[in-house]
């Protein structure tokens, strides 16, 4: 096994937050007395809409969370899917009487999970990639890596589990990409 064999590694989307304008004012106390699905939160001030199928989304600033449930966590999550669902969330409030045009629609923030097949030495890890590795296992198990090119972060863990955060699908997918010979050194030999 080396680092430039290839390796098919799963990157598991957990979850998607985006943003799109409405082009109207809308009018939060009506939208939680008479939308459905929709659960008022007096000590946060805002209103979740909970769609049946695609997750949650988060109200006043129109900022759609998509949290991924464990059985509808997949692979091939795409900018598409969130769109499908931020329309939905648009539909429903245009059948609320609500003047809305979609707009501006942008994913902002994708957050993944990856299992390396093997361990990983966090120290000799974080030794070997300075500065873009910063680790402080007195404060967090993880080592922060960051690749500033893509906007990515990953919180590498020593079972070999990697979380990433980028702007989108594809830069999550090359920091994994990116980051895997080098955690393919640091990895912890079986005896």
């Given at each position: 096994m080396d680092a430039d064999s290839d390796v098919a590694l799963d990157i598991l989307i957990t979850n998607v937050v985006c943003?799109?304008?409405?082009?109207c004012h809308l009018n939060?106390?009506?939208?939680a007395l008479e939308g459905a699905n929709v659960i008022y939160k007096?000590?946060?001030?805002e209103k979740l809409f909970a769609l049946e199928q695609q997750g949650e989304c988060y109200l006043g600033k129109l900022i759609l969370c998509f949290a991924l449930h464990e059985e509808d966590v997949f692979q091939d999550f795409n900018e598409e899917e969130a769109k499908f669902g931020a329309r939905r969330l648009a539909r429903s409030l245009q059948k609320l009487g609500f003047q809305v045009i979609f707009t501006d629609f942008k994913v902002v923030n994708v957050l993944a999970v990856c299992n390396?097949?093997?361990e990983i030495?966090?120290?000799e890890f974080t030794k070997n990639n300075r500065p873009h590795?910063?680790?402080e296992p007195e404060l967090h198990p993880a080592v922060c890596y960051r690749i500033k090119s893509l906007r990515a972060t990953l919180q590498i863990f020593s079972t070999g589990s990697i979380t990433v955060t980028g702007p989108n699908v594809k830069a999550v997918a090359s920091a994994v990409e990116q980051v895997y010979p080098f955690v393919f050194e640091s990895r912890k030999e079986i005896l």
């Open positions: 943003v799109f304008r409405t082009r939060l106390r009506k939208i007096r000590d946060v001030g390396m097949p093997f030495r966090l120290p590795a910063s680790y």
